[in-house]
Nanobody
Framework: QVQLVESGGGLVQAGGSLRLSCAAS????????MGWFRQVPGKEREFVAH????????YYADSVKGRFTISRDNAKNTGYLQMDILKPEDTAVYYC??????????????WGQGTQVTVSA
């Protein structure tokens, strides 16, 4: 069983940056792919970014490509999402996730509790 805890969310002005962290414990995070998702109240959860177990492959939603960067440090059992040039439409609760059979946007078994990101205009 993997436990994930996100941190780093907050309030930022448009054009600013935030770095989210996802601390993992209790499982095989370092040998599993991970992803970041986000959700706005009343809307479906949206895929944001994916990274392979060793960091060799990354994939981004078109809406964040060129602005967000996903990374990980397996020695620290931690994943990251660097968010630059933030826009008001990036406002959401952000979740990290991992799983044993992840295929980019699917296969995630374990989820964190989420961290709020609010971007003001």
């Amino acid at each position: 069983q993997v436990q994930l805890v996100e941190s780093g969310g907050g309030l930022v002005q448009a054009g600013g940056s935030l770095r989210l962290s996802c601390a993992a414990s209790g499982g095989t995070f370092s040998s599993s792919a991970m992803g970041w998702f986000r959700q706005v109240p009343g809307k479906e959860r949206e895929f944001v970014a994916h990274i392979s177990w060793n960091g060799g492959h990354t994939y981004y939603a078109d809406s964040v490509k060129g602005r967000f960067t996903i990374s990980r440090d397996n020695a620290k059992n931690t994943g990251y999402l660097q968010m630059d040039i933030l826009k008001p439409e990036d406002t959401a609760v952000y979740y990290c996730a991992t799983g044993r059979k992840v295929v980019v946007k699917e296969g995630y078994d374990y989820w964190g509790q989420g961290t709020q990101v609010t971007v003001s205009a």
